[in-house]
């Protein structure tokens, strides 16, 4: 066949016209806009119950908030109130502590491990026969689109508690060799990115090793915790071992500050986490801090291109961006980036962008106003300091914070698009000719939490992964989480690890008893 017979064999013409590749292989332009037209198909919220207004749950019940304050809870594709949720003062957190210390004492803690076990793994399958309800709500509280909190969030959140219920009656074998002792009451402060996700990191692997909890979910997105509470209730877990308070940043300073607490586990902004690791200064008080990041996803000349460039797509667009470990900086070899830059743009064009209820949707809304308009002005910090800007053709819903897929050329690795966190659906690209250049580029922001390889030669994962200054190195792949593996960073972006058995050691005390 004549080089001209293949390039015809190909394409195919589209009904429009247009030429289409029918090889994934074939070097020509995809044309994905003409050819994919999907009806919307929204999952239904009937069935869904959201309460008119949400007390803080102690002791086993909910409570009305000591000063009778609230706030609303906005669903950001609706702009629409969802609910009121209390807000916590130190009266409140004063009885949530006291409740889990008395219940640390007289029951938790002294409760034979296997039955600890049972509880979690009863709290782990009821979260599995509530996963559409917790999935709706989550995507209606935070804007996420339903394929994500229904494929991923949902499901991960019920595999930590699966997977730290395992561990609950074996940590001899975790720790061998040394006895594990349980820590007390726990703070645990959690972000809006992963609402449910992030109590399960966080409250999974304290109940496992013995010890209660008093947990803040964040302000936006508070109505998962307070559904988990009902879990928790309805479950038969004994009273004050987990308690929501609801509140803002303030209820979470309180928390932090509260004397009969003995550790703190925090994840959010590298700005809070400064305040806090400040304020725990002096104070015998364990703590982790999951902070902020800015990976870097490398691509070389010889990754295969179509797999990297869904691979980007889901390492900056997964969660509209709201990712602490998102791949936001994509660095790619000089000789491909071209090609790739057209050939993200095209792909860029395809994804849908509107209500987060709809199960077609890839990019729902932004999680707050507040949220939007941070990003709204990166954006224009990057047409500031002369970056090209492309953002996608597609419009965008008329009502509630929508944010177009963005990307980011022609940046310098100084601008401040390059080094501060976004936290939304904008990419920065840079170019590199050398491995040593890329690595280089990759480290260099204050930030160390993920970053991503893409290339067909497994040494030069090897080579380039093992000089990451990252706690996660992913290759040809991107935004893959497990229960058994750990997670956390390196300089800015926190201290300690989440998850796996490194995620098992910030909860308990070690002594070294059984080598006597
Ligand atoms: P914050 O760090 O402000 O909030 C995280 C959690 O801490 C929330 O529950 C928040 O409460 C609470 N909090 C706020 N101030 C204090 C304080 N002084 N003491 C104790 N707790 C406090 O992050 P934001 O939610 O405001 O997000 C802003 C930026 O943080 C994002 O743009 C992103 O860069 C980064 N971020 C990183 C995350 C990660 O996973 N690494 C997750 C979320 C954000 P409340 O929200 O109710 O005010």
């Known amino acids: 066949m004549s080089t001209t017979e293949k390039n015809e064999a190909a394409e195919s013409k589209t009904t429009n016209g247009s030429s289409k590749p029918t090889s994934p292989n074939a070097d020509l332009r995809h044309d994905f806009a003409s050819s994919w037209v999907y009806s919307s198909a929204p999952e239904s919220s009937d069935k869904v119950e959201i309460k008119s207004s949400y007390g803080h749950f102690i002791n086993g019940q909910f409570v009305e908030p000591a000063k009778g304050r609230r706030f609303n809870s906005v669903n950001p594709a609706t702009e629409e109130i969802l609910t009121e949720i209390s807000e916590g003062t130190s009266e409140d957190i004063d009885s949530a502590v006291k409740a889990a210390r008395i219940a640390y004492n007289k029951r938790w803690s002294t409760l034979p491990a296997k039955e600890r076990g049972k509880y979690i793994f009863r709290i782990a399958r009821m979260i599995q026969e509530r996963s559409r309800d917790l999935a709706i709500t989550e995507s209606m509280d935070g804007g996420k689109p339903i394929r994500e909190s229904r494929d991923v969030d949902v499901p991960l959140a019920a595999a930590y508690f699966f997977y730290y219920a395992g561990w609950a009656d074996k940590l001899n074998y975790a720790f061998p060799g040394r006895e594990a002792k349980s820590i007390g009451v726990c703070g645990q402060i959690i972000p809006w990115?992963?609402?449910?996700?992030?109590?399960?990191?966080?409250?999974?692997?304290?109940?496992?090793?013995?010890?209660?909890?008093?947990?803040?979910?964040a302000?936006?997105?508070?109505?998962?915790?307070l559904k988990f509470a009902e879990i928790c209730r309805d479950s038969g877990l004994p009273d004050g071992v987990v308690n929501i308070i609801t509140g803002a940043g303030q209820t979470g300073s309180t928390i932090v500050?509260?004397?009969?607490?003995?550790k703190i586990a925090f994840t959010g902004s590298t700005n809070v986490g400064k305040i806090i690791q400040k304020s725990l200064a002096g104070t015998d008080k364990k703590y982790t801090l999951?902070?902020?990041?800015?990976?870097?996803?490398i691509v070389f000349e010889d990754a295969s291109i179509d797999q990297a460039i869904e691979g980007i797509i889901n390492a900056i667009f997964f969660n509209q961006g709201h990712v602490c470990c998102a791949g936001s900086r994509l660095l790619v070899q000089e000789g491909i980036a071209e090609k790739l830059t057209?050939?993200?743009?095209?792909r860029l064009e395809t994804l849908i962008v509107g209500d987060p209820l709809d199960k077609n949707t890839d990019i729902g809304a932004i999680n707050s106003k507040a949220q939007y308009d941070r990003i709204s002005e990166y954006i224009n910090i990057g047409k500031e300091e002369g970056a090209d800007i492309y953002q996608t053709s597609n419009g965008l819903p008329d009502k509630g914070y929508f944010c177009k897929p963005t990307l980011f050329t022609g940046v310098s690795q100084s601008n401040r698009i390059v080094q501060e966190e976004i936290f939304g659906p904008v990419l920065t690209i840079q170019t590199f000719r050398t491995p040593s250049e890329a690595i280089e580029k990759a480290n260099n922001t204050p930030y160390g939490l993920s970053s991503g390889?893409?290339?067909?030669?497994?040494?030069k994962i090897f080579n380039v992964g093992s000089q990451m200054d990252s706690g996660v190195v992913w290759a040809n792949t991107f935004n893959k989480f497990d229960p058994t593996s750990p997670f956390g960073g390196y300089k800015e972006s926190g201290v300690g690890r989440e998850g796996g058995l490194h995620g098992l050691y910030p909860y308990v005390n070690l002594s070294n008893n059984n080598l006597r």
């Open 453 to 459: 390889i893409w290339t067909d030669r497994g040494s």
């Open 193 to 217: 990115n992963f609402p449910l996700l992030m109590l399960a990191w966080k409250i999974a692997p304290a109940l496992a090793t013995g010890n209660t909890v008093v947990l803040k979910p």
């Open 342 to 346: 057209q050939k993200l743009k095209d």
């Open 257 to 262: 500050n509260h004397d009969d607490i003995d």
């Open 290 to 297: 999951e902070l902020g990041g800015k990976g870097a996803n």
């Open 219 to 225: 302000e936006t997105t508070s109505i998962t915790a």
